[in-house]
């Protein structure tokens, strides 16, 4: 099996401090962008965002599982 595709979490992170929202959304922008260059540059390089959060794997395995064995 190949490399696994790299997956970016597309929901906030439930706990954070309310404070640190426009931060961490920023943060977000800014990886988002950085991804999408990558991907200019790279074709060969996917980048799928999941409507989860950093416990995708326990939050939806069957979209994670989908996006894995695709590339098997």
Known sequence: MGPAPPLLP?????????????????FRAGLRRDLAELVAARPNIEIHELDA???????RPEAVAR???RLA
């Open 10 to 26: 597309g929901r906030r992170q439930p706990g954070r401090p309310p404070e640190l929202a426009g931060l961490m959304a920023a």
């Open 53 to 59: 959060g950093h416990g995708m794997l326990a939050e």
């Open 67 to 69: 996006l894995l064995t």
